[in-house]
Nanobody, 121 residues
């Protein structure tokens, strides 16, 4: 049984930073693609960033501000978020899969429960 557990969400002022963590248990995920998606109230879930063994990918709006990284020894993926904006208030979800289209949520097999990020203006 694979589980993904997110942590690190919280309340931050606009312009602030947070680091999210996604810890995987039940299986080593060094060969997976792991992604972060986010869903704001009343909106569809959207892709934020992804990392596979070869590269990382970002939604255009977060490039230069968000950095995704992984520590395979800890089975953990991180999302460092800087210069956060109020519009980025959302539940952030971690997802894992094998060779997905990185930006496509249905392509991911495993999902965490989400962690709330709130950015105040």
């Amino acid at each position: 049984q694979v589980q993904l557990v997110e942590s690190g969400g919280g309340l931050v002022q606009a312009g602030g930073s947070l680091r999210l963590s996604c810890a995987a248990s039940g299986r080593t995920f060094s060969t997976w693609t792991v992604a972060w998606f986010r869903q704001a109230p009343g909106k569809e879930r959207e892709f934020a960033a992804a990392i596979n063994p070869m590269a990382d990918y970002y939604q255009d709006s977060v490039k230069g501000r968000f950095t995704i990284s992984r520590d395979n020894a800890k089975n953990t993926v991180y999302l460092q978020m800087n210069s956060l904006e109020p519009e980025e208030t959302a539940v952030y979800y971690c997802a894992g899969g094998w060779e997905p289209n990185e930006t496509s949520a249905p392509d991911y097999i495993y999902w965490g429960q989400g962690t709330q990020v709130a950015v105040s203006s």
